[in-house]
């Protein structure tokens, strides 16, 4: 019996202008990530996309995997096509679920028709489907307020599906639907985070990173490919932009006053970061920073690494607390790897006594000792592309 999967698109922005936009962009991401796993036939009607497996041998579990990672997605479940005949509705549902049923106590069956032209009601459906379970797992009772399983029935236009339990989704927006913007991705736990949860709002993906070799060692660089190559699979893929930036720290702690060696680094990262977001069509700048976590992450210190730029820059991680970015870190399978100890080019030229209230014309002047220019556009020229898949 061939399984296939039922996505439910959510509610909320289907109600709006964007409807077609949505389901379109939803319906190409399912089908380019799906691809990879095998072939299969992805098709939207009456708000739900079904996703059919068209080779024998594809795993489903997968499959579900690669579902749960698409944003847009409120819930999906795993499901079985019958043919719409009530007798065959049964058999099947008695069959497709028979190692859910063995496994539970109690259950109840839900029907939902929405082509009135079959010629029972919802209750008779359900009364009919409950009465053959119950005689064919006889352990089972009903239970209607709290059951362990929850059979559905549903009855659409060309065929019955028979399910038990919805899957939750990744939820979002569908990636692409938002815009672009360009994550300034680090090694560490934070902007691997602050990436996919801006994904998860419908932005496409650049990655910008920053590599000082030899002070950073090609294994460092690795790192942050790796942790973009798991951000992808809930992203979808991107371009990754690896920046020469050894010359521009080199001068900072040749000219300028150490305690503002950091700010004037972040200042040069995003001046950098918005070049390279501009010419490739992103409207914004991502980081991992939140609010009090280090020096350069203070409200001083973050109004003059923002007097530098000229597009929104998005701080989804501002108000989160160490540990609930972990959470999310483990939850996308990122953290292991962020945890790995490469240095970073943030760490490389430390300053003992950086300033938690730098002001900015202060910071201005200790930048102006250095002829910026030509370093930025050095930068920009000699950066290295990759695709992230
Ligand atoms: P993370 O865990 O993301 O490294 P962090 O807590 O270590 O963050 P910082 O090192 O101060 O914080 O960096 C703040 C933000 O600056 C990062 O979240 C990231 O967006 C950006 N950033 C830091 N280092 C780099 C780098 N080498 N290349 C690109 N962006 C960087
Ligand atoms: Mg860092």
Redesign the pocket.
Known sequence: MKEILLIKLGEIVLKGLNRKNFEDTLLRTLRRRLAKIGSFQVKASQSTITVKPMDDDIDMDDAVLCVSRVFGIAAFARACKAEKDLEKIKEQAGEYLRETLEDAKTFKVESKRSDKKFPYTSPEISAEVGGYLLEKFPHLTVDVHDPDVIVTVEIRDFAAYIRAGLIRGAGGIPVGTGGKAC?????????PV?AYTMAKRGLELMA????SPPYTSERAEEKVVELLTRVAKYSGRMKMYTVPFTKIQEQIREKCNEDYFTIIM?RF?MEIAQRLAADKGAQALI????LG??A??TIGAIACTDAVCRMPVFRPLLGMDKEEIIEISRKIDTFEV?IQPFE???TVFTPKHPRTKPMLENVIAEENKIDSLPLIEEAVQNVKVRDIV
């Open positions: 994550v300034l991705i680090s090694g560490g736990i934070d902007s602050a910008v990173h920053f590599a972040r990262m980081t991992g920073e939140s976590q280090v350069s992450q962020s970073d080019c943030c």
